[in-house]
């Protein structure tokens, strides 16, 4: 079938719609014909839309919803009112069914359904799931057993179980839908995905929602091919695009292995997200000779009591560990803090903020106000207390979105009022602190709009986010 493909994120510095690229190597191994009509470079959305209806003649639209907002709560983006005037306008010039999917969608299918206006959806992995479907459209058989699949069904609409895919079954990863060359000089990197999943239990954290508990794991060569399709695309600069590369540990190794054995580790750069344990100096010296050139380490707290509130399995003590991991073996680091949560108040963030300051990553990442977002812990807790309309504690789009689709944050009490400024007071003088909305500083820490990044990509930089920010802040002296 003829297949139109939508991406909808026009964030900057711009991020490649990695699912996109996927889901076209999976709907070609089964002989249909994916298209892709990128948004995120777009002028005039209208007309490119219709054009590529007009072009291509779907059968069926697939748009992928990525993000519906920043999970930032001093930017408080949120997206699906674009997405759904996309989907209005395809609806004027095609009556192609219309289906929605991406990590922003898995998190609150359901609510996403009924906000968009689409006419199907599709939770979770999507690879065999979306072949399943087209089979179904194709044949005229019953959808009713496709995984993941949102649909109408007397007037209601309902959510298949969502069943992981196997990742051992993949088709080869040519990473050729995509223009992965210009979002390589637009964005400075290009994602790449070693599994999928996470079973870890943190309060707020919405990629079990997304991702599922379980982990499925890439097999390591589909791994390499993948860096090697990008590499002959001249990209040499990488993310990961897992919930934590070390997660589990002995696969992250195999991935780094087989890096190496391909020699590619000499020849491209890349960045992970990890979680602060099970991180050793073994793991350390493998990535490193693997190409790895630094890490995000998702830290949240520095102050035990605030780690098991929020369900974090590692202790302040590993913190000092880490930073001093990374050091040993030349990989650049970065804490990333997650300030304002359930128990939180001035004095622990105090504690955190010493904590950080005695571990002494390269840099530090600060998020104020934790996002709620639906299926969490965190979530389940906030309803405990109140309503989320009249919840004290929650800010931004409550009243509006009490289903939280639209960014809601929670803030412990006593602590939202001037938590930025305070914070910002905190870390006076110490540059190594990414803090919200402070641009003359090349210290804004929100990756949407973010001008500082987008000039200094377009000027050569290359790298994760963090790492371009920390070498324009040294060059700054
Ligand atoms: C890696 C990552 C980053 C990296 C990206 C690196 C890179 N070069 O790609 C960096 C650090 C840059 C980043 C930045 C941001 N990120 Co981020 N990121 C991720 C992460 C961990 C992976 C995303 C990814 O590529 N996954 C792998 C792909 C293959 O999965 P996928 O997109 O889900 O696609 C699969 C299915 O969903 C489905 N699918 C996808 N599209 C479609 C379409 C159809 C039609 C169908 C049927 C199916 C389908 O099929 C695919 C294959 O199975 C996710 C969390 C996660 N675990 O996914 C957060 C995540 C996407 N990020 C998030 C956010 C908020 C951001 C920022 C806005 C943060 C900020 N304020 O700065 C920015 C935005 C940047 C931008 N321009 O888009 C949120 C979005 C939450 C939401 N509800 O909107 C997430 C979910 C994390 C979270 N839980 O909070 N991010």
Redesign the pocket.
Known sequence: MRVL?VNT?R??????????D??ADALEAAGHEPRLVDLCFSQDIAADLEAAVRLGAPEVI???????????MS?QAF?LPEIKRAIQILRGSTTAPI??????????PMAVMEFCGADF??A????F??VE?LRAIEQRRDWSAVPGLVYRDRGRWRLNPVVP?DMARLPERRRALVDNARYFRE?G???F?TK?G?GMRCLY???PV??GRTTRCAPPGLVVGELSALLAQNVDH??????EFNLPLEHARAVCQAIVDAGLGERIRWYA?CAPTPFSDDLATLCRRAGCVGI?FGVDSGCDSMLRRLGRHFTTADLLDTAATCRRHGLASMYDLLLGGPGETRATVRQTIDLVRRAAPDCVGLSLGV?V?EGTPLAEWVRSQAEVPSHPDLYGAKEAHPQLLAPVFYVAPGLAEDLVGWVHELVAGDSRFFLPTNTATHQN????A?ETLVRAIAQGARG??WAILRRLRTAAG
């Open positions: 493909l994120n964030m900057k510095p711009a991020i490649a719609p990695l699912g996109l996927y889901l697939g748009v992928t919803v990525r993000n519906t907002d920043d999970c930032y930017g997206f289906i929605l999917g991406g990590v922003g969608f898995s998190v609150a959806g599709m979770g992995d999507a690879e799931a979306l479907f895919g964005g990197q290009a994602g995905e999928r996470c954290c919405a990629d997304a991702k990488f993310h990961t695009c897992d919930s997200y995000n996002r977002y820490y929100n990756y949407n973010n994760a986010y």
